[in-house]
Each structure stands twice: as structure tokens, then as C-alpha cells.
């Protein structure tokens, strides 16, 4: 849910811009932070297991957003009652839901 949230929410945003992505999921934050999209791409969108990448398609259209704007990837903390948490699940959930 939360990659398809991202996905959306970056092709919403016009133009180029400096864009600020606030998730609890190190899944995805790390995904840029550590670059591992980068050896995805190498190993033909394959894990260190050598397992296809779950959700390519989502991976893909989050990674041409990323080079259409200058994203900033924040992790917050999750599963708690930080509210800074409780917003970015709100506006996941409210891009999903459109």
C-alpha cells in the first residue's frame, strides 16, 4: 500500500521540485538511502537472494519520479503514537483512497 501511495504522490507533483517523502518503512526509505535499487537494476531487478524484486512495477515508476524530482527520504519512527507517524499514514492512506 505504502509504495503505491509514493508512487501516486510523486507523479502528483508537477513539474520538478524538491520533494520530501516521510515513511516508517525501511523498506523503502533504505531502498534509496543505501542504494539498493542501484544493484536491483544491475542483477535485472533481483534480490541478494537472487529472488525477483516483489512489486517492479511500483519500484520502477517510484524510481522515474525519483530522477524527475530531487526527493529527500526521511524515516520516522513506526508503530507508535509519534504524530508525525500518524500524519504520514493518514496521507498514505489519503492518496490511495484518491
Known amino acids: ?35 539498493w535499487w542501484e544493484r ?3 542483477n535485472g ?18 524510481l522515474a519520479e525519483t530522477r524527475r524530482h530531487d526527493v529527500v527520504w526521511h524515516k520516522v519512527a513506526g508503530h507508535s503514537g509519534d504524530l508525525l507517524n500518524e500524519r504520514v499514514d493518514a496521507l498514505a492512506r489519503g492518496a490511495i483512497a484518491g
Open 1 to 35: 500500500m505504502e509504495l503505491q501511495a509514493v508512487a501516486e504522490g510523486l507523479a502528483a507533483v508537477p513539474g520538478r521540485r524538491r520533494v520530501h517523502i516521510h515513511s516508517d518503512s525501511a523498506y523503502i526509505v533504505n531502498c534509496f538511502l543505501e542504494g
Open 40 to 42: 536491483w537494476e544491475k
Open 45 to 62: 531487478w533481483r534480490n541478494s537472494q537472487k529472488q525477483a524484486v516483489a512489486n517492479r512495477d511500483l519500484w520502477e515508476r517510484i
